[in-house]
């Protein structure tokens, strides 16, 4: 297999290529807005003495542990997705496939959660439970962020994974990619803790 050896992404002065500095400068942008929402997420549940506790070990917090070990383990398939790519090893489209499958796998274990909440009377601007109706809109805000990202984390990987089978980008952009997917990883064992765990009743 054949891969392309452009000019973009070549060292710069830095250090790093172009794009994965581009991926820094937007991983450190991003994890700043991630910062500041959860950062207003404590200060209002502190502030609000209605808040609310909806989360049951099971199904809530079992589910959200699955999909924490989801996650976690596509961050090792992430990684060997990068090493295999690296050496030139074609199980890199196997390892990347993998890290594709699990954070489908994530997203629709999440879904399924929004659904299973919705159906309970659960929105951005209603608790059915008649605590604070600001519960509502910091889950679903917050989740919903980091879902986002989760899906567009896919859709990245899988057209670097086709562009890379194809022999028109080379390993480096499954790194930079790679750089994105753990980013995504990483925010997810802040929102673990601070929107599951500490709302479990």
Do not use: C
């Amino acid at each position: 297999m054949q891969h392309a050896h452009g000019a973009v992404g070549e060292e710069r002065p830095y250090g790093v290529s172009t794009k994965k500095l581009v991926m820094w400068l937007f991983i450190i942008a991003d994890g700043a807005t991630f910062g500041a929402l959860l950062f207003a997420y404590g200060y209002v549940r502190v502030g609000s003495p209605d808040w609310t506790k909806p989360f049951a070990f099971s199904p809530t917090i079992l589910n959200a542990i699955v999909m924490t070990f989801v996650l976690l383990t596509s961050s090792l398939t992430m990684l060997g997705g990068v090493r295999a790519a690296s050496a030139g090893r074609p199980s890199a489209i196997r390892w990347l496939s993998a890290t594709m499958l699990l954070g489908t796998g994530f997203a629709a274990l999440h879904l399924r959660e929004w659904f299973s909440m919705i159906h309970e009377g659960w929105s951005p601007s209603h608790n059915p439970l008649g605590g604070s109706p600001l519960f509502g809109a910091a889950f679903f805000g917050i989740t919903g962020l980091h879902l986002l990202h989760v899906v567009s984390g896919v859709i990245a990987i899988g057209v670097v994974t086709l562009l890379y089978r194809r022999g028109r980008l080379d390993a480096s952009y499954i790194e930079t990619t790679g750089l994105y997917w753990h980013f995504v990883d990483l925010v997810w064992m802040f929102v673990f803790p601070l929107v599951y765990l500490l709302n479990a009743r």
